[in-house]
């Protein structure tokens, strides 16, 4: 008995000092660094991401910060260039000793920071950067968004299964690797479910803005549905010439699409594409979230507003769940997220690409509305 | 039956390259210059025809001569400022200007406008009437019908009017028609003028047809107007028609039944054989230089 006692009472003595000498080393703030283009060329992804990677934080400090300590947030634009990137992300890993990093938006740029990453051992989140390979580069690399062929498998699923497509044809865009990265895995997806494609068919996109050849080709076949997997200026132009050409086949498209409504109207009506978010989904989170952007930026959050968002709180919950800025800790518990997103419920898979639901949006009478959330099976 | 709507298809494109090669043969026949500022001239015709529908709220027709005058004008200008003062400087001095030209309105396009395709109003029904299985849509035949219009309209100014025989003339002999009591100026000033309106006509009814309005729109169907001229017989008003429908149809029999990604590749592989047989172009005269 009395060693029991003894025992006890030399724990809690133990336990009280660790407490006190371990708060007395670390430093009196975690710190995040962030890279994001917020001039040029690419500077609206930039800032929309930026925005909701600050509103994010300004939340958490507000709510008490991450392990009882302030976070402070080193932000450092690389204007979407590589070798800026670099430079950045070795100032805030050399001089500012950032413990997590969120960043960086763009594909081309994050691949080039992810093996300083690993290099540095610094628990990284993406985003928005698409590119395959940028997670395969280390344990400890994370993005938010979906990645390419994730989104053409869905799209071709939900084509099968809720509009009941039987034929499907598919145009894209062969001098973009976004848009036939999802026109294959489409491809591939519903050839597997049984599905005919009808059309096949690649146009250099940019330079060319006469499609009604190939519609006609398309035309001819008469498929249930058109996948035009493309960047939205020249999804107006597809649709467009689809109708004057009398094609009645339900449009569908990627996320390259947000935006479409902003260039045009009718030609889209009724068609259904992938998303990260839905600005009219009902969910609690969703709605304040969209508040709490306006109220802070005046704007209009979009789907890489929610994606920067979602990667931010992402990270400073695995900080949480770790209990400490330890590297390895917070890797362990990126790979453990169980998080109710804006973009979504969140898990990853082995290679840090997040397994989530896409939102499928409908135009209907001109407005974007949420049609559904889908899984890939 | 795919075939005739593929034809119909290349009909459309093909008659707007014919009234922007219009354009280049024409000033070409006069002063003996590739104006490559024409596919700007067309931009901003385009533009001009998007603010007078989409800003000041004119109806289509109102809209299109706007443009036409804005571009003519725009295009006597250019002339004044940039081709004149070189008219007797070696011919290639002339042909880079025209290239600064053509870079320089881009980019005051650019500063003006901003990188953002505009979206052009749908002024003219894109319904289609439906003949057996093929699909014409209103906005094809209002196309065809004011390109087939003007091509008509030009034809007779140029073949019964004065200052057509004048304009004859001048491409013949500028310094015989000087001695004729022909200004030269002026005539050259009236080539401009058309070829520019034309080109502004051709710039709003693409712009219609494919509804983004930005700075570079002129460059493309600028170069395969240039190339229907070429393929014509440049300085050939009816070689520039021909030209333009044929182009058009190659590139969209081409896209239907070959490939959309080889389309430019067998256009311009085209372009180079009847070179090769026919250099001075379908129409064109084959005449020698005198030495």
């Given at each position: 008995m009395k060693k029991t006692a003894l025992v006890l009472v030399l724990s809690i003595v133990l336990l009280a000092f660790s407490g006190c000498g371990g708060a007395a080393e670390e430093s009196t703030t975690i710190k995040i660094g962030t890279i994001a283009p917020?001039?040029?060329?690419v500077a609206v992804y930039g800032q929309a991401v930026d925005q909701a990677v600050r509103l994010a934080v300004k939340n958490m400090n507000a709510a008490g910060g991450l392990l009882e300590k302030e976070i402070e947030l080193i932000g450092y634009d690389n204007k979407g260039d590589i070798t800026e990137s670099v430079n950045a992300f070795n100032r805030l890993v050399?001089?500012?000793?950032?413990d997590v990093f969120i960043g960086a938006v763009i594909s081309s740029t994050t691949l080039t920071i992810a093996p300083l990453a690993v290099e540095s051992g610094i628990p990284m989140i993406s985003a928005?950067?698409?590119?395959?390979?940028?997670?395969?580069?280390?344990?400890n690399i994370f993005r938010a968004c979906f990645i390419d062929p994730y989104q053409g498998v869905v799209m071709a699923q939900f084509a099968a299964?809720?509009?009941?497509?039987k034929r499907v044809g598919i145009l894209f865009n062969t001098a973009d690797d976004y848009s036939t990265g999802l026109a294959d895995s489409f491809k591939a997806e519903f050839e597997a479910a049984?599905?005919?494609?009808t059309n096949f068919e690649g146009y250099t996109g940019g330079?060319?803005?006469?499609f009604k050849s190939i519609l006609t080709k398309v035309k001819a076949e008469a498929p249930d549905v058109l996948f035009l997997p493309d960047y939205y200026n020249t999804v107006s132009l597809l649709a467009e010439q689809a109708k004057e050409l009398g094609i009645e086949a339900t449009l569908i498209g990627g996320?390259?699409?947000?935006?479409?409504l902003g260039v045009t109207d009718?030609?889209?009506?009724?068609a259904y594409y992938a998303s990260h978010?839905?600005?009219?989904?009902?969910a609690e989170n969703v709605q304040k979230f969209i508040a709490e952007f306006e109220a802070e930026t005046g704007e209009t959050p979009n789907s890489f507003s929610a994606l920067g968002y979602d990667a931010a709180m992402i990270m400073m919950e695995a900080v949480q769940t770790a209990g400490s800025t330890d590297s390895a800790a917070v890797v362990e518990a990126l790979k453990g997220t169980d998080y109710e997103g804006i973009t979504g419920h969140i898990q990853f898979d082995a290679d840090g690409n997040p397994v989530k639901s896409i939102s499928i949006i409908l135009v209907k009478d001109g407005v974007d509305t949420l049609y559904g959330k889908f899984d890939a099976k | 039956m795919q075939f005739i709507q593929q034809l119909i298809n290349g009909v459309h494109v093909g008659s707007i390259y014919a009234l922007i090669a219009l354009g280049y043969t024409m000033v070409y026949g006069i002063v003996?210059?590739?104006?490559?500022a024409h596919g700007e001239i067309m931009m901003l015709g385009a533009y001009v025809g998007f603010f007078a529908i989409g800003?000041?709220?004119?109806p289509f027709p109102l809209a299109l001569l706007v443009a036409m005058v804005f571009s003519a004008l725009l295009g006597v200008v250019i002339e004044r400022i940039a081709y004149k003062p070189l008219r007797?400087?070696?011919?290639i001095s002339a042909l880079i200007t025209a290239i600064g030209m053509s870079l320089l309105l881009q980019n005051i396009a650019l500063v003006l406008f901003g990188p953002d395709p505009q979206k052009m109003p749908a002024?003219?029904?894109k319904e289609a009437i439906h003949l057996g299985g093929v699909q014409i849509s209103y906005l094809t035949i209002v196309t065809l019908v004011l390109a087939v219009g003007f091509m008509i309209l030009l034809e007779l100014f140029i073949k019964r009017t004065k200052t057509g025989k004048a304009m004859r003339a001048v491409s013949q002999d500028k310094a015989a028609s000087t001695l004729m009591g022909i200004d030269v100026n002026r005539i050259i000033s009236v080539t401009f003028a058309i070829g520019s309106a034309l080109g502004a006509l051709g710039g709003v009814l693409y712009a219609v047809a494919y509804p983004q309005i930005e700075p570079y729109m002129g460059i493309m169907p600028g170069l395969k107007a240039f190339v229907a001229a070429v393929l014509g017989g440049i300085g050939s008003i009816p070689g520039a028609m021909l030209g333009g429908f044929i182009l058009g149809i190659m590139e969209s029999l081409t896209k239907g039944y070959i490939s959309s990604q080889w389309s430019d590749a067998v256009v311009f592989g085209v372009l180079i054989l009847v070179l090769l047989i026919k250099p001075s172009g379908l129409l064109g005269k084959n005449t020698r230089e005198k030495v």
């Open positions: 917020t001039t040029g060329q050399d001089n500012d000793g950032i928005t950067a698409t590119n395959l390979e940028i997670t395969p580069v280390g344990d299964e809720e509009l009941k497509a049984g599905g005919t494609i330079s060319d803005k006469d996320d390259g699409w947000d935006g479409v009718e030609a889209v009506e009724g978010f839905a600005k009219d989904d009902p | 003996k210059l590739i104006n490559f800003l000041w709220g004119l007797n400087a070696p011919r002024v003219i029904s």
